[in-house]
């Protein structure tokens, strides 16, 4: 499975937009980026993924660099349920193997 | 509502003592799997199962087993828990398009071999 870097810890303040980074140099033409996030006592979340094309939902935005070797998790604006361990997936047949992901804390 | 539902949600055995961890979803999901979440090691995948009668081993298979008799449900199975089993159990579900599309997660059974 190919392999995904994230910085272990980021912080951000409350009601600004907070900005996840993810390296994904051996990334494959199929391989989807997939951001799930867990949340204290909870079971993984999706957020959000998506192949070439930036993309939008709900609870972000996801900007994937042109060559594919890196990707941008956006919350526009951060609030304090939003503090959370983020992981950055690369996904191709549906298995969903986790690394040690990004724990966001965010100060109020 | 959509979602995976696991039973229990927390659970203290002794060991040696054969236990069923349930886990049902409710999309028609083909993909089912199971993980275990320990400190410091992160979430690491147990088996998994693409659809009815088809399972395969994950990362850390030893001492479970699996079944996939239907396709809304599938059981983890520790025949003879150790300690070494204790930890945070988390079932999950998805349809199985090549990676595009989302993983559903159950909200976890808290596991502990005395």
């Known amino acids: 499975d190919a392999k995904t870097t994230q910085p272990n810890s980021m912080e951000s303040n409350e009601e600004e937009p907070v900005h996840l980074p993810c390296n994904h140099s051996?990334?494959?033409?199929?391989?989807?980026i997939h951001w799930y996030r867990q949340l204290p006592s909870q079971g993984p979340e999706y957020v959000i993924h998506?192949?070439?094309s930036n993309v939008n939902n709900r609870m972000a935005s996801l900007a994937i660099a042109e060559d594919r070797k890196s990707s941008t998790l956006i919350l526009h604006r951060a609030t304090l349920r939003d503090a959370a361990v983020y992981y950055c997936?690369?996904?191709?047949?549906?298995?969903?193997?986790f690394g040690k992901g990004t724990r966001l804390h965010i100060l109020p | 509502e959509a979602q995976v539902t696991q039973n229990p949600r927390y659970l203290i055995t002794v060991t040696g003592k054969k236990l069923t961890v349930t886990c049902s979803q409710n999309?028609?999901?083909?993909?089912m799997s199971w993980y275990r979440q320990d400190p410091g090691l992160g979430l690491r995948q147990i088996y998994y199962?693409?659809?009815?009668?088809?399972?395969d081993k994950g990362d850390v298979p030893e001492g479970y087993k699996v079944s996939r008799k239907e396709k809304r449900n599938f059981p983890l199975i520790l025949e003879s828990p150790s300690p070494n089993q204790t930890s945070l159990y988390f079932c999950?579900?998805?349809?199985?398009?090549?990676?595009?599309?989302?993983?559903?997660f159950g909200q976890g059974t808290r596991l502990t071999v005395v």
């Open positions: 999950a579900s998805s349809f199985i398009l090549r990676g595009n599309t989302e993983a559903f």
């Open positions: 051996t990334i494959s033409g199929t391989d989807y």
């Open positions: 998506g192949l070439t």
């Open positions: 997936i690369l996904n191709r047949d549906d298995k969903i193997i």
């Open positions: 999309m028609n999901h083909e993909y």
């Open positions: 199962s693409m659809n009815v009668e088809v399972t």
